[in-house]
């Protein structure tokens, strides 16, 4: 069976940690910094807290995505995705689905409940 260190996941998974700085919600899942920030991006917030790695359920390493309370809608649209970026290094770090899709209007805000971003141990 193949078997991974904590430590490997950790390492990955502490760039979130350590140098997530944004999150955005776009239209369509992002796959570079650019989509993430400009492309599909319809609104955004800085004030991203990460956790440090965890034990994962059901086996792996994650993080949890402190909940937003002041993103700010900056495109009219529908969101159906997350961004987590590093702005200081114009990185794409992490991408997902969100747990439901929704009509977004510029100016508005938007909320984001605290969420997992995780590794699971090899198969």
Do not use: W
């Amino acid at each position: 069976m193949a078997t991974l260190n904590d430590r490997v996941f950790d390492n990955g998974l502490s760039v979130l940690d350590l140098e997530a700085n944004a999150i955005h919600v776009t239209s369509q899942e992002a796959a570079s910094y650019a989509e993430a920030t400009s492309t599909y991006s319809l609104g955004n917030s800085t004030s991203l807290s990460i956790g440090a790695p965890a034990d994962r359920s059901g086996g792996g390493r994650e993080v949890t995505v402190g909940a937003i309370s002041d993103g700010s809608i900056t495109g009219t649209g529908t969101v159906t995705h997350y961004a987590i970026v590093d702005t200081s290094n114009s990185r794409l770090l992490a991408t997902g689905t969100l747990t439901a899709s929704q009509s977004v209007t510029s100016g508005n805000t938007f909320t984001l409940a605290s969420f997992k971003v995780g590794i699971p141990d090899p198969a």
